[in-house]
């Protein structure tokens, strides 16, 4: 046990070295890093550098609803072609399903044919595929056309996709602010994003769906609170002007959609020196906004935003350029948040944030310092008690736990982990635990030494003895640790992972290292008596 | 008694013999008083829950002088928030502001941020919002569910490792122990009012971590003496035991120990529950070792582990130790 072959000697001495070769790309800077070393370096967590972690619900609700709408509307469609008298057609959101009774029952098998085609095949594993629809016709002549849950998941999947992908068009448009956007569960999106942020103006940014639509005006309804809009007109709410706000007839018919548009940015009316934002619509925009422009020249026309009016100008000649403008009581800041958006695209579903946790990047400055005072002052203290209680062999120990220390940062690096406020407290830990086996031998050899044993023979017995104790206690830190990580979120799952980094390489440092230590000590000094 | 020997702190003098089974009863009476205690705490006034399980909103807010607290209350109270606690985080410039979870769906919990948002910044000159935590509902109790599956699978496992390694009756031991450790740990919590939070679910962990760490070692050296002296009665194989690993235990106790308290001390509002629980813990854990997880055994054991241990007086651990068997 006391004795180490030349090449285990290197083995050993070269691990430390390897160690504290990865440590160096957190210490200089990026560019200064030599080319043949791993450009991996330790993520500071956003407690430590500031940042925001949003989690998004994606409202399924609302994506149920849709679908079910775009049901509705397509069967209309098909019972006109295929000329099937029927009543009370509607969806049935509570229950996933569009419903309605045909006047003449006997049809049944014709319609469900018919409606057949609105079905889209989801593939669902191993090359299998089942209808997102399920169309029954009852005796009664009741038709229903009910959302399967392989057809719902399919939605939610596709909902939050094309919700990544937006949010992050909106939030990080360069890519240059390390936002990161994961799916969660079913329907939720974890939004990161690290350093000094204004949090309100990213939860702005997330939270409105910004779908634009373009509608014409019923100039025959008079809107009026209690009073019910005529059939396919709705009451929307929008700024009349000069901050009041007025209710506008707008038909429900989308002339145009925002889906349409090519971009989308921020400017200033020359004249007015008013805010606005201009757009582009891309071809198919511009035909369709061409045609309602020239065929209603002389009546309003409505820009809708997330169900409220933006601005409803009167349209003056036919637009055929494709470009446009909206004006309407913006400041810099909003028109160019409503470009970012329309330029982003719409969510296909309202997003809601369900866990917020933003820190500023002053309070992440003020916490790595009062950690690394504690991390100096912690050391400070073990390996003072170590030297103090165990004299040359706590020496040993103590260059053992400043390895240990540099290599589990070289882990952290390796593995490009996040380092958090938790995650310092566990590095903290890990150190009084790790000194820990070097007590557990160190109080063996003395055992032994007592016991009448030589010193070889004591460091022999104190080595093998102690080990399978150590194996033992460590084995049962890393399974807690295992299960915080599975269960804990963020800053606490840094935790975890520091502690059973740190444990793992103690087991290294703290055994291997100091025995090498020890042997080399003793092979030098042939001493009669151990320090201990 | 020596506490320095050839220059060397030595906290437990070499060679104890200190009969520790004599306060079996005494250690597991007190014990289970201080638990039943932290049950009923528990239940009676209550574990003051944090937003991570509970939901609603936590704000840190610098000022630029001395908070004043009369004043941030009363802003406070007209924003249709619900009730607003205010406490004093760190230095009297920074106030922690605890709204209860909104009523209503998630979108409410962020209006009412923008609504105390608006206000400080509106009627507080200079004041800074640090940090920012809101959880809603759902998250709430996703997380909680998390965080009690976290604490009963790790018992289990415990349960489950020491088993394996060793005799069914150390496996109880250990988890009987370690049930009474962590309600007295909760039993903390009530007392000290700290927030129960994720981070007190880490805490608890490695509170449990550390204690059957100390458990394993002390039950390695039972193992050990119980195949070296095969006469000895159990209940003096388990006082040598303890004796022989008792420099060990208060040795890690203390470096663990002296590794927490700087975080308890310099690491700031976010660490200090978080640390002092574990200092708690540590202390806790280290006496649990020897005044509950060896009684328990001795219980189990006296007449299964060895066979006819009446407790015999003559051979004490010194006696027995004379007559060393060497291997």
């Known amino acids: 046990m006391m004795t180490f072959s030349r090449l285990k000697t290197w083995l050993i001495l070269g691990v430390v070295a390897l160690g504290a070769v990865l440590c160096v790309p957190n210490l200089v800077p990026r560019a200064a890093v030599p080319e043949w070393l791993p450009l991996r370096t330790i993520n500071l967590g956003l407690d430590l550098r500031g940042g925001s972690y949003l989690l998004l619900e994606v409202d399924m609700n609302a994506v149920v609803r849709e679908r079910l709408e775009t049901i509705t509307d397509s069967v209309r469609t098909r019972m006109r072609q295929g000329n099937y008298g029927y009543t009370g057609l509607a969806a049935e959101p509570a229950a996933r399903r569009v419903v309605f009774r045909l006047r003449d029952p006997g049809q049944g098998q014709a319609v469900v044919a018919a409606l057949r085609e609105l079905t889209q095949p989801i593939t669902t594993g191993l090359g299998q595929s089942t209808p997102d629809l399920e169309i029954a016709a009852a005796p009664d002549g009741l038709v229903t056309l009910t959302l399967t849950e392989a057809g719902l998941r399919a939605k939610a999947t596709a909902a939050v996709q094309q919700s990544i992908e937006i949010v992050r068009r909106r939030v990080d448009p360069d890519g240059t602010r390390e936002a990161s956007l994961v799916r969660q569960g079913q329907n939720r999106i974890l939004l990161t994003i690290p350093g000094e942020q204004d949090p309100q103006a990213i939860k702005r940014l997330v939270g409105t769906t910004a779908k634009m639509t373009f509608h014409l005006l019923d100039e025959t309804a008079q809107p009026a609170p209690g009073v019910a809009p005529p059939p396919g007109v709705q009451f929307l709410r929008g700024d009349g002007g000069r901050g009041a706000e007025a209710i506008y007839p707008v038909r429900r018919r989308i002339e145009v959609d925002g889906a349409n548009l090519s971009d989308a940015r921020a400017g200033q009316n020359p004249q007015t020196g008013e805010w606005v934002v201009n757009f582009t619509f891309d071809s198919v925009g511009t035909r369709r906004f061409a045609e309602v422009t020239r065929n209603n020249v002389g009546r309003p026309f409505a820009i809708v935003l997330d169900d409220k009016v933006i601005t409803a100008p009167v349209i ?28 982003a695209g719409a969510l296909p579903a309202p997003l809601t944030v369900v866990e917020e946790r933003t820190v500023g990047a002053e309070l992440g400055a003020d916490a790595i310092s009062a950690g690394l005072i504690s991390v100096a002052v912690g050391l400070l203290l073990v390996c003072g008690y170590m030297a103090i209680a165990y004299g040359l062999f706590g020496w040993f120990a103590n260059v053992a736990v400043l390895v240990n220390l540099l290599l589990t940062l070289a882990l952290l690096s390796l593995l490009e982990a996040t380092l958090t406020l938790p995650g310092i407290a566990g590095l ?21 030494v007592r016991n009448g044993r030589t010193p070889l023979s004591a460091l022999e017995a104190g080595y093998t003895r102690a080990f399978g104790t150590i194996l033992d206690s460590n084995l049962t830190v890393l399974i807690k640790m295992a299960l915080l990580y599975a269960f804990g979120t963020g800053p606490i799952a840094g ?36 320090p201990v | 008694m020596r506490y320095f020997e050839n220059g060397k702190l030595r906290l437990v003098p070499d060679g104890t013999r200190i009969p520790f089974m004599r306060g079996r009863i005494a250690g597991l009476v007190v014990s ?25 909103i936590v704000m840190e807010v610098r000022t630029p002088g001395p908070a004043d607290f009369p004043g941030l209350r009363a802003i406070l109270a007209v924003q249709e928030v619900g009730q607003a606690s205010l406490q004093q985080f760190g230095s009297p410039q920074d106030v922690l502001i605890r709204l209860p979870r909104q009523p209503g769906d998630d979108a409410a919990q962020q209006r009412a941020i923008d609504r105390v948002r608006g206000a400080l910044a509106r009627d507080v000159e200079g004041a800074q919002v640090r940090r920012v935590e809101a959880v809603g509902a759902s998250v709430s109790q996703e997380l909680f569910q998390g965080g009690m599956m976290a604490l009963g699978l790790s018992m289990l496992a415990m349960l489950a490792y020491i088993w394996f390694r060793f005799e069914w009756q150390f496996g109880v031991g250990a988890i ?68 022989e690993t008792l420099a060990r235990t208060i040795g890690t106790s203390l470096t663990v120990f002296l590794a927490a308290l700087p975080l308890a001390l310099f690491g700031g509002e976010a660490l200090r529950e978080f640390s002092v629980v574990t200092l708690f813990g540590i202390v806790i854990g280290a006496s649990s070792s020897i005044f509950i997880a060896a009684p328990i055994l001795l219980f189990l054991g006296e007449n299964r582990l060895r066979r006819g241990s009446e407790p015999v007086s003559v051979p004490g651990p010194g006696g027995a130790r004379s007559g060393k068997v060497g291997n």
């Open chain 1, 428 to 448: 903290l830990l890990s150190v009084g635990m790790s000194v820990d086996a070097n007590i557990l031998i160190n109080e063996r050899v003395r055992e032994e």
């Open chain 2, 176 to 243: 009987v122990t370690l049930i009474l450790d962590v309600t007295k740990t909760i039993g903390f919590y009530v007392i000290a009012d700290f927030q129960f939070n994720l981070s007190s679910v880490a805490a608890v962990l490695t509170i449990i971590g550390f204690s059957v760490n100390d458990k394993v070692v002390v039950y390695d050296r039972m193992r050990e003496n119980l195949r070296k002296y095969k006469t000895m009665p159990l209940r003096d194989v388990i006082d040598l035991s303890i004796n």
């Open chain 1, 316 to 343: 003056r000649e036919p637009i055929t350029a494709g470009r446009g403008q909206i004006s309407g009581s913006f400041t810099a800041a909003s028109a160019s948040e409503l470009a970012v958006l329309l330029r």
């Open chain 2, 32 to 56: 289970a008083i201080l638990s039943l205690a932290s049950v009923v705490l528990f239940f009676h006034p209550g574990l003051n829950y944090g937003i991570d399980f509970q939901g609603g």
């Open chain 1, 495 to 530: 935790f975890a992972v520091t502690v059973s980094l740190g444990v793992l390489t103690s087991m290294f440092t703290a055994t291997m290292l100091v025995r090498l230590m020890t042997a080399k000590w003793y092979r030098a000094r042939r001493p009669s008596a151990l």
